[in-house]
């Protein structure tokens, strides 16, 4: 039987009104309104720090609202721990997962709720409900007696949404669930994903990739500086529409091109291969020029760039950046001019705990430092770079997603390297800082420096470099001009559907 | 550098800036003020029980004086913590100097080029430990639990099993209650030195290129790999640099001794050392720490001993409990700021 609001409306399976939240003198939401229907994905986009994680967090029950309602199918909604939140049927599927590596499929899938007697634990029932719950995700080959580090990324998130069907969720919340995963695994995603819309779940997925929200979900809902500013149903709304709510102004020139000359050739990569990545790969670089690789995950482009900055070792073919020919270690290729920014930013690509200061001038040290010119040098670029930051001296993990990939930048910047190796520079960052840092390419490739740069986000390459190589398997062979080929065709490339063409 | 700022600071950066680096000085001031507000309770607690014994000026001296050989050990474990490592053969490291040097005395060396030997030693040790830990990628905390064992055996051998006694010399002065005709220095040479040498390392650790170095490995060893930071040089560096404390710790204890080799002393002192390295707000999985905060969680361990042996009611058992606790407290305290900081 449907439920009904008081004036008279279908009653939604999850709605939220007006919630405010403050951190102290921070304003995190500012007056949230959203609603989710049974049998319905819902695509919750925004730039970072617009609010998203920290609504999740009410949702899930980490943070209380400060003010506003919460009602699932109609009931008053207010959970007090993450515990509660998932009793009552609202489940979360994180970026990073939060399994076990060490367990077992069944035992993740039941983890806090096995069904026991006495002591004991039932595992019989446990194997058949885990089972059960992988064949309804369309994967029944997966053995529930597996150890989860032996399963893929994509494998071990639809152990995570088996865990929250399990409980028998009414919302699930998909927080950038394809971040890391392929397109063939993308694609299983999705179809998991509208079967169990159509077995009646309300279903909220948050992404950067307006693509991927368009083609999974029904209705949108933006926000902005804490606030829901807009929505509506997503095939009727064309995607510029929504990045210019996201953003709060229309973004007409997302990827700025430059007229640009291409200059002395600076690096040039021989038939190089690693111990299993790359096998065979070749490409050139010059300066004033904007080389992009494009590829699936798994073809090695990540090992490419870091065999080339010597991050890993070379099992045979040749590097020469400049005139410089030899072995190759970062200490060396920052000499050479030469500069990494990590595709793992919390892992390696910053020291989070040191300051902006401590990580954007640690290639540049001189025998003394002085900090009061290390922080000099810092606020020029973060004020170049439009950081957002208290000072200098702030520990980098204070800051949004955005920002922190804006001072690993500038390291590059303030080393003042001619060679850039850029391993998805937009990762995980909202569409503001992404179009910054697309002007600072162009800017950059204008000043004479050469940029080579990977990334999984095809428009994004197509509409920023001159040259487009493709990895297919560890192997690069040529690259095109940017403005002769185009997604499809990259695609094909990658997939190893057409060899050469 | 090439690239000029291409706007000048806006007004409202500009009053960020100025409130935030504010805002960056009094997250660090609560972190010195912990510990220091530990030390001013716990020395106030005893001046309000015992008065007449603990609130002397000779027995502020004997404090300095007992606080001297752990704070210069822990001034080196300073760094190494701060690098992420550990380094629980530090007691051990004390008493093979105390043997060394007592051996190259009864050899007829000079007291200073025995002094220096015992210094060697210790940094031999240092280049042992550095050497496991970047060639065979041990974790440190291994490698000098296995030397804990192996470098006070090697000092028992080298001591055949007993104390040596040596006739006294300069390095007497050391570490001695100052004698009357030489109050003028207020406090014993030792424990100058180990203001100067707090001082030397405050200023390693903030000034120079290996300072920072050390600071970006034991934040994220990844990082600093990718920055070009040569990390297995580095760390060797930094276990040779803090057992040259542990040697010089190794002076002071001889000097403490009266003169005598003994391959037993120190025992237990590692914990000493990085407890009070923890009481001045380092964390054990690197990162952070800093010379002043190990100073203070120094001073405070040897407070607590002192203040116990002069309270009739209390035991060693106590002292030993009060420790216990105090250690606890202060890494409660500490996390409970970071989770705050956090919050904002």
Known sequence: MPLFTPDGKEESRLRMEGVRKRFGATVALDGVDLRVDSGEVLALVGENGAGKSTLMKILSGAHSPDEGKMFLDGEAYRPRDPLEARRRGVAMIYQELSLAKDLSVTENILLGMEPVWGPFLRWPEMKRRAADAMAQLGRPDIDPNVSLGKLSLAERQLVEIGRAICVGCRVLVLDEPTSSLTQTDIRHLFQQVKRLKERGLAIIYISHFLEEAREISDRFTVLRDGRSVGGGPTATTATSQIISMMVGRSVDDLYPRSARKAGEMVLEVKHLAGESRPVDASVTLHRGEVVGIAGLIGAGRTELLRAIFGLEPIKSGQVRVAAYVGPASPARRWAEKMGLLSEDRNNEGLALDLSIADNLTLTRLSWLVNPASQATDSRRWIEKLGVRCRSPRQAVRDLSGGNQQKIALARLLHHDVDVFLLDEPTRGIDVGSKAQIYRLIDELACRGKAILMVSSYLPELLGVCDRIAVMCKGRLVRSVAADQTNEHQIMLQATGAMETA | ?344
């Open chain 2, 1 to 344: 550098m090439t690239t000029s700022p291409t706007q000048s600071p806006s007004p409202v950066s500009q009053k960020n800036a100025r409130w935030g680096s504010s805002a960056e000085d009094f997250s660090a001031f609560l972190g010195t003020m912990g510990p220091i507000a530990g030390l001013f309770f716990v020395v106030a607690s005893f001046a309000v029980l015992e008065p007449r014994t603990f609130l002397t000026l000779d027995n502020f001296q004997i404090i300095l004086l007992n606080t001297a050989v752990v704070g210069t050990a822990a001034l080196g474990a300073t760094v190494i913590i701060i690098s992420g490592g550990i380094d629980l053969s530090v007691g051990s490291n004390i008493a093979l100097c105390t043997v060394v040097i007592a051996l190259c005395r009864l050899h007829g060396l000079s007291p200073t080029a025995a002094a220096l030997l015992g210094i060697a030693a210790g940094a031999c040790v240092g280049l042992v430990i550095g050497t496991l830990v970047t060639w065979f990628n041990i974790s440190s905390f291994i490698v000098t639990l296995g030397l804990w064992g192996a470098v006070r055996g090697l000092a028992k051998r080298l001591a055949g099993g007993s104390e040596i006694s040596t006739p006294r010399s300069w390095i007497s002065h050391l570490l001695q209650m100052l004698p009357p005709g030489q109050r003028w220095m207020l406090l014993p040479p030792g424990v100058w030195l180990l203001l100067v040498l707090s001082l030397l390392v405050a200023g390693v650790l903030r000034y120079t290129r290996f300072g920072r170095r050390v600071f970006a490995i034991g934040s994220n060893e990844q990082t600093a790999r990718l920055c070009g930071v040569p990390v297995a040089r580095t760390k060797l560096m930094i276990f040779i640099f803090a057992t040259v404390f542990a040697g010089i710790a190794g002076v002071l204890q001889f000097s403490y001794l009266n003169n005598l080799g003994d391959p037993t002393t120190a025992s237990g002192y590692e914990l000493n050392v990085i407890a009070a390295v923890v009481i001045g707000g380092a964390s054990l999985s690197g990162g952070k720490g800093n010379v002043f905060g190990t100073l203070v969680g120094a001073l405070l361990m040897t407070v607590v001993g002192n203040g116990c042996s002069k309270v009739p009611r209390l035991t060693n058992a106590d002292q030993d409990i009060v420790t216990g606790a105090i250690i606890v407290a202060a890494a409660a305290f500490d996390q409970f700021r970071q989770s705050r900081a956090r919050a904002k």
